[in-house]
C-alpha cells in the first residue's frame, strides 16, 4: 500500500513538472481580429466621425434610431479609452451587437465602394470590441476558478 502512494505521487508530480515545463515555453501570441489590421482598418482615429455623417447623409432616418444611437455611443466609447468598453453592461452588449448587425445591413444596402469601405471598418471594430468582452469574461472566470 505504502508503495502504491509513493508511485500515484511520483506519477503526481512527473505530471505537474511536465505541464510547468509545457507553460514555460509557451510563447504569447495576439490572435485577437485587429493585430493584422492597419488603424484604418477600424472605426478609429476620428473616423467615426466620418462615418457617422456618412450614414447621416446616405441614410438619415436609419441615423436617427435609438439602434444607431447605441452603436456609436460604444464605439465612441471605445475611441475614448478602449478598456473603457469593458465597463458596458452585458444588457448593452446585446443591444451593441444587436445594433451593429443592422448597421452592417443597412450598409450592405448601398452597393458603392464607399460603403464597402465603411462596412469593413465597422465589422473590425465591431469584432474588436466583441474579442476585448470576450477575452475579458475569459479572465473573469479563470479567476474565479482560482
Do not use: C
Request: proline share 3%; net charge positive.
Amino acid at each position: 500500500m505504502k508503495t502504491r502512494v509513493i508511485f500515484a505521487s511520483v506519477i503526481l508530480g512527473l505530471g505537474l513538472a511536465t505541464s510547468q515545463a509545457t507553460a514555460a515555453t509557451t510563447t504569447n501570441t495576439d490572435d485577437s481580429p485587429a493585430a493584422t489590421k492597419p488603424a484604418s482598418a477600424m472605426l478609429v482615429n476620428g473616423s467615426q466621425k466620418q462615418f457617422a455623417s456618412y450614414v447621416g447623409r446616405n441614410n438619415n432616418k436609419f441615423a436617427q434610431t435609438t439602434n444607431w444611437q447605441n452603436f456609436m455611443s460604444v464605439v465612441s466609447l471605445y475611441n475614448q479609452n478602449p478598456a473603457a468598453v469593458l465597463n458596458v453592461s452585458p444588457a448593452d452588449r446585446i443591444k451593441f451587437n444587436e445594433a451593429a448587425a443592422q448597421v452592417t445591413n443597412t450598409l450592405v444596402k448601398h452597393k458603392n465602394a464607399e460603403a464597402s469601405r465603411w462596412t469593413n471598418q465597422a465589422d473590425h471594430t465591431v469584432r474588436m470590441i466583441n474579442f476585448l468582452w470576450n477575452a475579458d469574461q475569459f479572465i473573469s472566470q479563470a479567476a474565479d476558478v482560482q
